[in-house]
């Protein structure tokens, strides 16, 4: 599916954010881990949390969806038990490293695999911990396809992260979790923290603490449980898209509730307010455990700035909608320390800058980021373009938001990703005043 763009949008209205992502699967893991009854509102019905789900129900979750969209979890009368056929995960990073966390500490025997893009990712940075723990792990050179067998993992493990990564972290105290390990983790640089919130709010023993400038978590072996109804928070990288939209168009004011503020999130409106953009945050409170608020969005002046060192990992997702905020910025905009681009759905910094070249947006890439030379001014364009997407859904979403600011229709191809993480992107953005076009 490609998508074409319209030349005319003045951004307006008010929206709800969609549920997040990372959340969604997060809640149906744990969730179905607990084997109580628990209803989860708010889940996010595209492709990767789907696919979870189903991964789930084939070692014997029995999760269901109700005819409200509300996802419904049951006691079960048996446990989870292995699985002959592979868990395909399809596009989903996350579904599938924390999931091998989970079915490894559970000791279960299975097999995984995903879409070419998730086969070319790397899984050492999961596979390596999880065998020190005890799991019988078998790759295709740390990749896809990956099985595990029944194995008996050690009492404790105390592990430090090599990768800025939230994955790697929730994969290994999910393992720890259904082991019964007692975890010790330590991060150099803080990531999102939304495992560590979920497990909390159902009650795991789990502490946080800081220990020389390191972030230490710490899960205790024995995990009493109790399930209760979840309510999912709106994914703040899906509202990056309709904040720079309104930020770089002739936007009078976009709201979007239920917008997901966990700290470990908010370094897209850190990274966006640095850079002259007015955001109102109104109504802060919690949501089962996780912070939420509306934003109120005006467009703006923006002006370069420099993204580098501990806002990085916090802003991995968001990079590629920041970088086309960069693009209608005044002046220099220089991202840094973000070599985990190349290794995501596409290598996200080529994507960017071959995009960039397309529109004829001065910048230079290079190994860990690019430097972006911005002008506030509409994309004077000769003719139309198309840009690939290169099956990656936040590269397709970012260009389609770039077309806001192109005097002629810009084509981005291979639209179909963006289902997995924001399935009614196009009429949401329809609704506020920007039209796309099959």
């Given at each position: 599916?490609n998508?074409?763009?319209?030349?005319?949008?003045?951004?307006?209205?008010?929206?709800k954010?969609?549920?997040?992502?990372?959340i969604s699967?997060?809640?149906l893991?744990i969730?179905?881990?607990?084997?109580?009854?628990?209803?989860?509102?708010?889940f996010?019905?595209?492709?990767?949390p789907?696919?979870?789900?189903n991964?789930?129900?084939?070692?014997?979750a029995?999760i269901?969806?109700g005819?409200?969209?509300?996802?419904?979890l049951c006691?079960?009368n048996?446990?989870?038990?292995?699985?002959?056929?592979?868990?395909n995960?399809g596009?989903?990073g996350t579904?599938?490293?924390?999931m091998?966390?989970?079915t490894?500490?559970m000791?279960?025997k299975?097999?995984?695999?995903g879409?070419e893009?998730?086969?070319?990712?790397?899984?050492?940075?999961i596979?390596n911990?999880?065998t020190?723990m005890g799991a019988?792990?078998?790759?295709?050179?740390?990749k896809?396809p990956?099985?595990?067998?029944p194995t008996?993992f050690?009492?404790?493990?105390?592990?430090?992260?090599?990768?800025?990564?939230?994955?790697v972290?929730?994969c290994i105290?999910?393992?720890g979790?259904?082991a019964g390990?007692?975890i010790?983790?330590i991060?150099?640089?803080q990531?999102?923290?939304h495992t560590e919130?979920?497990?909390?709010?159902?009650?795991a023993?789990?502490?946080n603490?800081?220990?020389d400038?390191?972030?230490?978590i710490?899960?205790a072996?024995?995990?009493?449980?109790?399930?209760k109804?979840?309510?999912?928070?709106?994914?703040?990288?899906?509202a990056?898209f309709l904040?720079v939209?309104?930020l770089?168009?002739?936007?009078?004011?976009?709201e979007?509730?239920n917008?997901?503020v966990?700290?470990?999130?908010?370094?897209?409106?850190q990274a966006?307010?640095?850079?002259g953009?007015?955001?109102e945050?109104k109504n802060?409170?919690?949501e089962?455990?996780e912070?939420c608020?509306?934003?109120?969005v005006?467009?703006s002046?923006l002006?370069?700035?420099e993204?580098?060192g501990?806002?990085i990992p916090?802003i991995?997702d968001?990079?590629?909608?920041?970088?086309i905020a960069?693009?209608f910025a005044n002046?220099e905009?220089l991202?840094k320390?973000?070599?985990?681009?190349?290794v995501?759905?596409s290598d996200?910094?080529?994507?960017?800058s071959?995009?960039f070249?397309k529109?004829?947006?001065?910048?230079?890439n290079f190994?860990?980021?690019m430097?972006?030379k911005?002008?506030?001014?509409?994309?004077?364009m000769?003719?139309?373009i198309s840009?690939?997407?290169y099956?990656d859904?936040r590269i397709?979403m970012?260009?389609l938001?770039a077309g806001?600011?192109c005097?002629?229709?810009?084509?981005?191809?291979?639209?179909?990703?963006i289902?997995?993480s924001?399935?009614?992107?196009?009429?949401?953005?329809?609704s506020v005043g920007?039209?796309?076009?099959k």
């Open positions: 599916m998508l074409t763009t319209s030349t005319d949008g003045q951004i307006l209205g008010k929206v954010c969609p549920g997040d992502k990372s699967q997060r809640a893991m969730g179905a881990f607990m084997n109580q009854n628990m209803v989860i509102h708010g996010l019905h595209g492709e990767d789907l696919s979870t789900m991964a789930l129900n084939q070692i014997g029995g269901s969806i005819e409200d969209g509300r996802v419904h006691k079960r048996q446990s989870f038990h292995n699985c002959e056929n592979a868990l995960f596009n989903s579904g599938l490293r924390l091998l966390g989970l490894s500490g000791g279960l299975a097999s995984f695999c879409d893009s998730l086969s070319s990712r790397p899984m050492d940075r596979i911990p999880l020190e019988i792990i078998k790759s295709n050179k740390g896809l990956i099985s595990i067998s008996t050690k009492k404790q493990y105390k592990y430090e992260l090599a990768v800025a990564s939230a994955q972290k929730s105290l999910l393992a979790l259904a390990t007692s010790e983790i991060e150099p640089i990531t999102r923290d919130k979920m497990l909390k709010h159902f009650g023993n789990i502490e603490s800081l220990k400038g390191k972030n230490v710490k899960l072996s024995s995990n009493n449980l109790h399930a109804n979840y309510n999912v928070v709106g994914d703040i990288s899906s990056a904040i939209a309104a770089i168009s002739k936007s009078p004011g976009l979007i509730t917008v997901g966990n700290p470990s999130r908010t370094g897209v409106l966006l307010q640095k850079m953009a007015n955001i945050v802060k409170r919690l089962s455990g912070p608020a509306d934003l109120l005006k467009k002046e002006k370069g700035v993204l580098s501990k806002i916090n991995i968001e990079i590629p909608i920041i970088s960069a693009a002046g905009t991202i320390d973000a070599r985990e681009l190349r995501k759905e996200r910094l080529m994507a960017v071959e995009g070249s529109l004829g947006i001065m910048h230079e190994n860990d980021g430097s972006i911005g002008t506030p001014n509409q994309l004077s000769e003719q139309s840009i690939d997407s099956n859904h397709a970012s260009f938001i806001l600011k005097s002629k229709p810009i084509t981005v191809k291979n639209c179909e990703n289902f997995t924001f399935p009614n992107f196009i009429e949401l953005i329809s920007y039209k796309l076009e």
